[in-house]
Each structure stands twice: as structure tokens, then as C-alpha cells.
């Protein structure tokens, strides 16, 4: 057994130990946060104009914060903020310092991208919780020489744009290109494939030199890395990928829900892996899994500070817009099986920030969370309320009942005879698949999760529709607006995207022909 191995493990271990004595939950956890943000940035112009020493010096300093600073979203924030520091004129204006960095949000097909501060701090910040997942990994039966073994990366380049006064890139890149030092024997693809743009390019050059890595972990969005593996097993002949890295034990993913991707992953692997979700966005690293048995939780101790809005129409209107008051609750206000939009205020200069992402708590004592959504991407034509949640897990009982491997989806929702319809689009690679057993399959597996769309079924929402598409497709429309590969996913509900897409799957059905 290998000294190295043995060691790491050893140290992992008792590291965990330590790590788990330490109370990480809790309000008064999350208040102390609050205390070191306020602190660190009253010196700031946003601290100056919203008072963070006098919020500091109040009896109540974070019920005092939640009323004297408004709450924003990206538009808001840049245009009062961020945007003198992508000016590059001024420093010291949501965080101290100037900001070096900016990363390009993943969106999705139909977004454009959002150039999101990175800090210095947020860096450290991030760093030190992706070393948390690591002693996560004592809680796993992982032989003693997988602490040996490469950990493959799979993100956006590490070659940045060089902008006037910074750079900017996707977050994976811009980590990826300054790991630790300690780390650099084990990350892969390496430094050259690493800064590789073009993303055909960069799958090719790992493909190329997959054989010659030993893999023990790899990390990335479902969708690209299910891509990359599949030419891995074609270049070289495999039946599967544990054929040419045996010791592949460990992935994380984050980004989509990874449900609908786990029966073409198993197809693909020849023994068992473990499979940790993370929760890292652009503006911090919000929440990971730390052990087999649990989902994510949040992470409270580390530079980001949560507030929670009730996911209704008292707070958004129908196209996922915040209203100007939204209710804004604490930790302990929460109520575990409700939708909440998240609010964060970060170390990178966020404040009372709408990140944009929906969740559920499934332990308020814990703080384990499912993410459920996106504030704008829900379908609410006629009130049926149709939250991203609601669409995987009926694409889970579709895909279970009738054996399919459907890994990619979308709706959109159009006019129907005066009122209206859903439009969906189904990734399914097999021929021949009963289309109309489907659509009633699947109509009938979201009447059982969402009352709202139950009822308007029987009203306004008077029919579905359903449409499959080959996977590679989706994948194809992401190349084609400039978004492949790295963090970018495709949306599951098509918004002001559907015509374009319509007309991109007719142009793909003729040139199939």
C-alpha cells in the first residue's frame, strides 16, 4: 500500500474528526458572519452610504442590516456598484481593494452572461470549503491509495480575457488557474489542455492523453463530462471508463439536477461511485454534501450570509421578477418542504444580493438543502405554477416507468385556441419511442405533484404537447450561441428562447433528411 496514500488518509481522517466538533449551524453562526462582513467593508462606499459601523453598533446589527440595505439583483447592483469596478477608476466601493477578477456567470442559452466580482477573499473563501468536501471524503469507504490519485477537472479555460483593469472568465477557470501549488501533481488535465478555448479542442487533447492518467476523482457539469466520458469509451475501444481508470471512485457535480443523468452515467461505469452534489455558483461556494446519507447543506461559517424569500406571488411576479418589498427571512424563520429564493451577502462585495436560484430545506436543524429552480425559469401561463422541481422529478417517473434514458428537456408555453398549451422537447437517443404514452405518462406524473397544474388542466391550460429531439441537439444549440461547454447548461423552460429554438430543431430535422 502506498506511504503516500496511507498518510493522506490518515491525515483526512483526523482533520475530519476535528472539523466535526466545530459547530457550523446554527443563526448565531450566521450572525457572527454578518459581524465579520459589516466589519470588513463599513469602510467601503457602500459601507459608508448604508452606515455598516452604526448597523455594527445597534442592538440587533442584523435585523438593523435588513432595514437599512435595500435588497438588489444583478441589474441593480451593477448599475449603482459593480459597474464602477468593471470601469477599473475605483477601488474600495463594495469590498476593499480593486477586484482583479470577474466571473462570467454560466447562465443559460438564452442569458447573457453577467460579469460577477471575484475577490481575493472570495477565492480564499472558496478554496477553503472545496477542502472541507475533501475531508468530506473520510465519511466514504475509499481505499488509502485514492488520496494518490489525479483528480480531473473538467471547466472553462484557464486562459482569461484580459480586459483593460482585469480579467474575466468562467469561475472554473479562473480557480482552476491558480490551485495551490500543493495541488498541482494531481490536477489534470494539466496546465496546457487547461487553457484550451475551444471546446471540441480541449475534449480531443484529453481524450488523447486519458490513457496515460490515473483518475481518481472528477468534477463538472453532468452534461459535458457524460460527453466526455462516452468518447473516452469510444477512441479506445472500452466497454467502460473504469477499463482505463480503474480507480475512478469519486464525482462531484453541481450546477443541474443530476437525477435525470444517472442512468446513462451507469451505462458508462464498471463499478461503483460515490456522487457528491456541490453547490458552487459565480458569487461563492454556498453549500456541499458532507457525508453519504445527507443532501447539501449550507455552509454558514465562511464569508457568505443567507436571507430567504418566500417563492410566491407576494414576491415575484409571473415572469420571476422580485416585487420592490419583497418578505425577507432569517435562518430561523425558515420552514423545511417551502420554496425559498435565495438572498446572499458576500466577501465579494454581494449585498442583500438575489442570486437567482430557488431551494428547499429538508432539515431547518441541519440546514440541508435541494436546490429547486431558478426564479425566472418556471412556467405560470394560466397559474399552473410549473417549477423546475416539479418538471425533473416527472421526467424521473416518466424515464422509471417506461425505461427510458431521457437526460435532457425543456417546455415552453404557447398559445392554444385562444388559451394556452405546453410545448415540450424530450432528449431521447432511442428510436421508436411511444411518443403519446408520454405525453400522458407525463402529464399524469405532474397532476400527481403540482395541485395548480392539476387544476388548470381542466380550464385554461388545455393541452400538452411533446416533441422528441436527439440529446446532441441540445448540445449543438448551446455551441451554436456560444455557450459549450464549461459551466453552461441548457434551460428547462425556453422563455424568450422558444421561437429560435423551434427554429433550430426544423433546420436540424432537414439537414437530417
Known sequence: MAVVGVLLNGVVRKKRANFNKKKLVGPDVQDQTLKFLLSKARQTQIGKKYNFTGILESENPTR?????????????????????????????????????????????????SKRVPLTTQMIRSIRK???????????????ANFYEKSVLMLGGSTSLVKMETYFEGDL???LAGRLPFWFNRFYKPGKPIAREREWDKKLDKIVKEAYKW???????????????????????????IHEIWPNFKVYAHGGVNFDPYRKSFAKLLGQEVYFLETYLASEGFLAYQRSRESVMQL??????????????????????????????????????????ALLISTCAGAWRYLIGDTVKFT??????????????????????????DNMTRAMQMVS??????????????????????????LGIDELDVPVETIKEKLDKALKTLNDDYAVERKAALKEIFVEIVPNRVFYDYLKFKGKE?????????????AKEWAQFITEFRNGAQ
Open 400 to 425: 422509471d416507468e417506461l425505461g427510458l434514458d431521457i437526460k435532457e428537456f425543456a417546455v415552453a408555453g404557447i398559445p392554444y385556441h385562444g388559451l394556452f398549451a405546453h410545448q415540450w422537447y
Open 485 to 497: 461547454g464549461g459551466q453552461h447548461k441548457f434551460p428547462r423552460v425556453l422563455n424568450g428562447m
Open 172 to 174: 472554473s477557470g479562473i
Open 214 to 240: 490515473d483518475i481518481g476523482g472528477i468534477s463538472g457539469v453532468p452534461a459535458w463530462v457524460q460527453i466526455l466520458l462516452e468518447r473516452i469509451i469510444e477512441a479506445y475501444g472500452l466497454k467502460n
Open 363 to 388: 432539515s431547518v436543524e441541519q440546514c440541508e438543502i435541494v436546490i429547486t429552480g431558478r426564479t425566472k425559469h418556471f412556467l405560470s401561463l394560466c397559474g399552473e405554477h410549473l417549477s423546475v
Open 64 to 112: 438593523t442590516f435588513q432595514r437599512s440595505v435595500p435588497v438588489y439583483d444583478y441589474e441593480k447592483i451593477y448599475s449603482e456598484w459593480w459597474h464602477k469596478l468593471v470601469s477599473g477608476e475605483q477601488k474600495n466601493v463594495c469590498w476593499p481593494g480593486k477586484v482583479k477578477y470577474f466571473g462570467l456567470t454560466s447562465g443559460t442559452s438564452n442569458d447573457s
Open 129 to 143: 470549503i472545496g477542502i472541507r468536501q475533501l475531508l468530506a471524503l473520510a465519511d466514504f469507504d475509499l481505499p
Open 299 to 340: 455552509v454558514l461559517d465562511n464569508c457568505v450570509f443567507f436571507e430567504f424569500i418566500p417563492f410566491n406571488e407576494q414576491n415575484f411576479s409571473t415572469d420571476g421578477h422580485l416585487v420592490p418589498h419583497p418578505q425577507t427571512l432569517l435562518l430561523d424563520e425558515v420552514e423545511e418542504g417551502k420554496e425559498y
